[in-house]
Nanobody, 121 residues
Framework: QVQTVESGGGLVQAGGSLRLSCTAS????????MGWYRQAPGKQRELVAR???????NYADAVKGRFTIARDNAKNTVHLQMNSLNVEDTAVYYC???????????????WGQGTQVTVSS
């Protein structure tokens, strides 16, 4: 079993910054993709950013140039630095990790419980 703990959400004014962190623990042999998704009220969950095991990154167009994703493999942690936040960034942000529990295990997805990010105008 794998547990994920998220931190760093909160309330911030437009133009401000927040840093989200997600640490995974448990039966983990290796990590594949780690990333962040978000879901605003009345909308579907969408990809914000993800980072592969090799360090390559993908960002949603809406956050390119403002958000930066990074991973600390030694600490099983993925961070999301969010700058120049605007009201449209308001959502619940979910951590996503894809892991293998063993050398020949299949890839398995785990999600965090979600952390609220609210940007006020």
């Amino acid at each position: 079993q794998v547990q994920t703990v998220e931190s760093g959400g909160g309330l911030v004014q437009a133009g401000g910054s927040l840093r989200l962190s997600c640490t995974a623990s448990g039966s983990i042999f290796s990590f594949n993709v780690m990333g962040w998704y978000r879901q605003a009220p009345g909308k579907q969950r969408e990809l914000v950013a993800r980072i592969s095991s090799s360090g390559s990154t993908n960002y949603a167009d809406a956050v390119k140039g403002r958000f930066t994703i990074a991973r600390d493999n030694a600490k099983n942690t993925v961070h999301l630095q969010m700058n120049s936040l605007n009201v449209e960034d308001t959502a619940v942000y979910y951590c996503h990790v894809q892991i293998r529990a063993g050398t020949y295990s299949r890839l398995t997805d785990f999600w965090g419980q979600g952390t609220q990010v609210t940007v006020s105008s």
